[in-house]
């Protein structure tokens, strides 16, 4: 049984939903979100959870070393969910270091407590370890990324992902340590921050703002209902073997042009604009640095060993998404007031 549960990131984007699943699915375990609370982590994201019995927050930073030791030896966790990180590519270029410092020591860190606390003695405990399809680098025109794929990272974020894996699996061959990796393909979903494709493209389409799309809008991404990648998480922890490592994504691949045109006729209808309307707010801008063209999931491995499926079409699931980000105005203005107006402002510089 593991019981007490750590899940590092859990106020942010996917953290949020995998520590809604598990508080709501298995109110027998003891679920503690361990979170920085840096621009991307929002409390706020929890509120529907945050009474009950079987959830507690720690303010914590996964760079500190002696706090995370401390924290672990007086919590006696029984596996950790580590999703904690910098998640933005763009981010990534303009600062790379933060992204060493949060992705690559805090895994360390985390990975130290956990084996300094546990001993050498893994029956019954595990440290998940929550990754993504951009350490495998970009695909051409055809192909998908299998389990196998040679690692081939590009940004800062996916070197810092990537190396963050190897250290997992050096924990789990040199020290015995119960591990599982996954690297999932880009999500979407309901409090995803709105420096990303989808949610930066619902606001600016909600205030009649340019959409700006990178080069000509011909990548591909691989999209994903958030809730899915939860429940794929869900299934992977809980019967996954040590050492192994599971790809999740959609078989939904979408060039990035296609994708806004469909949010825009999307938003079109729910805000009772001409149809069209939207659209004309797209606009080209100054393409990203190194930017991967195509990721694809192949999660053959995952669909038939544990079983798991996508559970929504993507059309469906946009439109779920337009809704919540349509419903949730004062969350929406609460994270892009402040900070985000100096994020928006120094990336977008050449969109005005
Ligand atoms: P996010 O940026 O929305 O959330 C990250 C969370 O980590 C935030 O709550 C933040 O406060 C917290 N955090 C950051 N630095 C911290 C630190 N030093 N100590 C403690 N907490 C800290 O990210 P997300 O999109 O929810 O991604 C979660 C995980 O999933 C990441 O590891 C990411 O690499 C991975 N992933 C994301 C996607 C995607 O499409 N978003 C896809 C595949 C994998
Ligand atoms: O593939 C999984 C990854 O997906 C995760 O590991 C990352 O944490 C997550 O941020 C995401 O990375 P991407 O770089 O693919 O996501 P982003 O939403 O930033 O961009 C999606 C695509 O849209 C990408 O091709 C860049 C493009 N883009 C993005 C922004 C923010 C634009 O054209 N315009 C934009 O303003």
Same mark, same amino acid.
């Given at each position: 049984?593991k019981?007490?549960?750590?899940?590092?990131?859990?106020?942010?984007?996917?953290?949020?939903?995998?520590?809604?699943?598990?508080?709501?699915?298995?109110?027998?375990?003891?679920?503690?979100?361990?979170?920085?609370?840096?621009?991307?982590?929002?409390?706020?994201?929890?509120?529907?959870?945050?009474?009950?019995?079987?959830?507690?927050?720690?303010?914590?930073?996964?760079?500190?070393p002696?706090?995370?030791?401390?924290l672990?030896?007086?919590?006696?966790?029984?596996?950790?969910?580590h999703?904690?990180?910098e998640?933005?590519?763009?981010r990534?270029i303009?600062?790379?270091?933060?992204?060493?410092?949060?992705?690559v020591?805090?895994?360390?860190?985390?990975?130290?407590?956990a084996?300094e606390?546990?001993?050498?003695?893994?029956?019954?405990?595990?440290?998940?370890?929550?990754s993504?399809?951009?350490?495998?680098?970009s695909?051409?025109?055809?192909?998908?990324?299998?389990?196998?794929?040679?690692?081939?990272?590009?940004?800062?974020?996916?070197?810092s992902?990537?190396?963050?894996?190897?250290?997992?699996?050096?924990?789990?061959?040199?020290y015995?340590?119960?591990?599982?990796?996954?690297?999932?393909?880009?999500?979407?979903g309901?409090?995803?921050?709105?420096?990303?494709?989808?949610p930066?493209?619902?606001?600016?389409?909600k205030?009649?703002?340019?959409?700006?799309?990178?080069? @000509?809008g011909?990548?591909?991404?691989?999209?994903?209902?958030?809730e %899915?990648?939860?429940? $794929? &998480? /869900?299934?992977i922890?809980? =019967?996954?073997?040590?050492?192994?490592?599971?790809?999740?994504?959609?078989?939904?691949?979408w060039?990035?042009?296609?994708?806004?045109?469909?949010?825009?006729?999307?938003?079109?209808?729910?805000l009772?604009?001409?149809?069209?309307?939207?659209? @004309?707010?797209?606009?080209?801008?100054?393409?990203?640095?190194?930017? %991967?063209l195509?990721? $694809? &999931? /192949?999660?053959?491995?995952? =669909?038939?060993?544990?079983?798991?499926?996508?559970?929504?079409?993507?059309?469906?699931?946009?439109?779920?998404?337009?809704d919540?980000?349509?419903?949730?105005?004062?969350?929406?203005n609460?994270?892009?007031t402040?900070?985000?107006?100096?994020?928006?402002?120094?990336?977008?510089?050449?969109?005005?």
């Amino acid at each position: 049984m593991k019981n007490k549960i750590l899940i590092t990131g859990g106020a942010g984007f996917i953290g949020s939903h995998v520590v809604r699943r598990f508080v709501t699915n298995y109110p027998h375990y003891e679920i503690v979100n361990l979170d920085k609370l840096t621009y991307a982590g929002n409390l706020a994201n929890l509120k529907d959870i945050e009474d009950r019995p079987n959830y507690r927050f720690i303010k914590a930073d996964i760079t500190d070393p002696i706090e995370i030791n401390e924290l672990f030896l007086k919590e006696e966790f029984d596996a950790v969910i580590h999703l904690a990180a910098e998640s933005h590519v763009d981010r990534s270029i303009t600062d790379p270091t933060a992204f060493v410092m949060t992705n690559v020591i805090g895994t360390v860190n985390l990975l130290n407590a956990a084996k300094e606390c546990w001993k050498g003695s893994y029956a019954g405990r595990r440290f998940y370890h929550v990754s993504t399809d951009e350490v495998y680098g970009s695909l051409g025109e055809t192909g998908l990324f299998t389990e196998s794929t040679v690692y081939d990272p590009h940004s800062p974020y996916s070197a810092s992902k990537a190396s963050s894996d190897h250290f997992v699996r050096a924990y789990h061959d040199t020290y015995g340590l119960d591990s599982v990796i996954s690297n999932c393909s880009n999500n979407y979903g309901s409090h995803h921050f709105p420096e990303k494709l989808i949610p930066l493209a619902i606001n600016n389409i909600k205030n009649n703002k340019p959409v700006p799309i990178y080069g @000509k809008g011909e990548n591909v991404r691989d999209w994903l209902w958030v809730e %899915d990648h939860a429940r $794929a &998480i /869900d299934v992977i922890f809980h =019967q996954a073997k040590s050492g192994e490592t599971y790809n999740i994504g959609g078989h939904n691949e979408w060039k990035n042009i296609d994708l806004i045109k469909l949010l825009c006729s999307i938003m079109d209808l729910k805000l009772g604009r001409g149809s069209g309307d939207s659209e @004309k707010l797209i606009t080209y801008v100054k393409d990203r640095a190194g930017h %991967d063209l195509r990721y $694809a &999931i /192949d999660s053959t491995k995952l =669909q038939e060993n544990l079983n798991w499926v996508p559970s929504l079409q993507f059309e469906e699931g946009l439109a779920k998404t337009v809704d919540w980000y349509l419903e949730n105005e004062e969350w929406l203005n609460d994270v892009t007031t402040g900070q985000y107006q100096n994020y928006y402002a120094g990336q977008y510089i050449t969109l005005d």
